[in-house]
């Protein structure tokens, strides 16, 4: 797909109808250790449940030669609880297959603190609940349509270092994921909702807020 794909899979990176491969034809070899992962696993046996834990980082961080590690699991597990940072909830990773690629087959994935509670509800039935580290990021439109002065404008959360904008967006609770999920040897099926609180405040101090879920 060309000398500027980059080094992971993503729908960027597959040619359209149409386009003239043949033009785009050029070889970029890159070789570092980003994708390289560490960790470890531990379980340990208690006279109320096991108690596990995760650690895992990567490299996959910008540099030259030399890329500062990059923390992408850390949690504990117990009692059908997951505490710490780890892929949300709201995403099926078990759909997603397995890949050495550093985002997954997905093209990308969300990992990030939260608290969640498993619990099996029938025999090939799984539910859970996850409260987690809230990101209301939106986009909106300023000024009068057609105009100079209409643009998109986009409000990230306060603590983000990305966040732009005549604005932030701030969040006084967590997002709340729940789910069922139900498996058996010839694959699985689920469904997620997501609930999120939406706190803005512009540059003359206004506060506005929104309640919306997602599923």
């Known amino acids: ?88 909830a709201f995403q099926d990773w078990d759909a997603a297959g397995r890949s050495v690629d550093a985002v997954g087959t997905l093209g990308g994935n969300t990992r990030q603190a939260l608290i969640r509670y498993d619990a099996k509800l029938h025999e090939n039935v799984g539910g859970f609940v996850s409260a987690e580290r809230p990101f209301g990021d939106f986009t909106y439109s300023t000024g009068a349509p057609g105009t100079t002065d209409s643009k998109l404008e986009q409000l990230t959360p306060s603590g983000n270092s990305q966040h732009s904008g005549s604005g932030y967006s701030v969040s006084q609770m967590p997002d709340f994921v729940v789910g069922v999920k139900f498996a058996n040897q010839m694959g699985h099926f689920g469904l997620r909702g997501l609930v999120r609180e939406i706190n803005y405040t512009k540059d003359d101090s206004a506060t506005e807020s929104e309640h919306r879920t997602g599923k």
């Open 1 to 88: 797909a060309g000398p500027n794909a980059g080094v992971v899979l993503g729908a960027r990176v597959l040619p359209l109808k149409d386009y003239d491969m043949d033009a785009h034809k050029s070889g970029d070899f890159q070789l570092d250790p980003r994708q390289s992962i560490f960790g470890f696993k531990t379980k340990t046996t208690t006279s109320r449940g096991d108690v596990g834990s995760h650690v895992e980082m990567d490299f996959f961080t910008d540099g030259s030669n030399s890329f500062a590690p990059r923390l992408r699991h850390a949690y504990l597990t117990f009692a059908g609880f997951t505490m710490g940072q780890t892929t949300t």
